[in-house]
């Protein structure tokens, strides 16, 4: 299993609410990423997780909340967004053998409205 | 991570070798150049990666050279799958928390 699975696939959400993306993988990867990409932009990396502790904190408004609850599961919690917050969030996992290669999912797209 | 330079945009007809470039002119010794694709609305897909030798693998070669200061990506016959933003990362290979950054990426069109 090769996969990336990241869910939702679309959330539409108001400012005022609270919601989860969520983003699993079964390759055994102990490095997890969660990217940000406007429309026509490159990924922005937002967080990274090494051994389910958070390695890096891109000065992410503490609106995004990441959680790493396992070496299979990504987190990342959503509360009081800002409409410019709407984007595709993309995760990734890597192994620490190997060729190194990130592996992505097909991501979550953002509304906030 | 060592900053990237890659043209904006080019054209390729299908059917011919397309030939990326990227600039990497201040790559340290430790790290690798890689590279990415990210067709339209999907993740980025890993290519190919490689430190000073050439590379082949069924998707693509990677062709370094010798002073390691910039790399080309080479489909060899491209069809409009390929049409997609090409990103090249470079960084070191190993170690568990480094940051992977993207840079602006060329966007490569198929033309039939």
């Known amino acids: 299993d090769t996969e990336v699975t990241q869910t939702p696939k679309h959330l539409v959400m108001g400012m005022t609410n609270k919601k989860s993306l969520k983003c699993e993988q079964h390759?055994?990867?102990?490095?997890m990423y969660w990217y940000k990409q406007k429309a026509k932009k490159p990924p922005e990396l937002m967080f990274v997780?090494?051994?389910?502790?958070?390695?890096i904190n891109e000065s992410v408004p503490s609106r995004f909340s990441p959680e790493c609850p396992n070496s299979s599961l990504l987190n990342l919690h959503l509360h009081a967004l800002q409409p410019e917050d709407s984007a595709l969030y993309l995760c990734?996992?890597?192994?620490?053998?190997?060729?190194?290669?990130?592996?992505f999912g097909e991501g979550s797209r953002l509304t906030v409205l | 991570d060592a900053k990237t330079t890659q043209p904006p945009s080019m054209d390729c007809a299908e059917g011919r070798a397309a030939n990326l470039p990227c600039n990497h002119s201040?790559?340290?010794?430790?790290?690798?150049v890689y590279w990415y694709r990210q067709i339209h609305s999907q993740g980025p897909q890993y290519i190919i990666h490689?430190?000073?030798n050439n590379e082949t693998n069924e998707m693509a070669s990677l062709i370094i050279t010798e002073d390691r200061k910039s790399s080309t990506l080479i489909l060899p016959h491209a069809t409009l799958r390929d049409t997609a933003v090409y990103y090249c990362?470079?960084?070191?290979?190993?170690?568990?928390?480094?940051?992977?950054?993207f840079g602006t990426g060329t966007k490569l069109q198929v033309i039939p």
């Open positions: 990734a996992s890597r192994g620490l053998a190997g060729t190194g290669e990130l592996f």
């Open positions: 390759m055994g990867h102990r490095a």
């Open positions: 997780y090494s051994y389910e502790k958070l390695s």
């Open positions: 201040t790559i340290s010794g430790n790290e690798y």
């Open positions: 490689g430190l000073k």
């Open positions: 990362i470079v960084r070191p290979f190993s170690g568990g928390y480094q940051k992977v950054t």
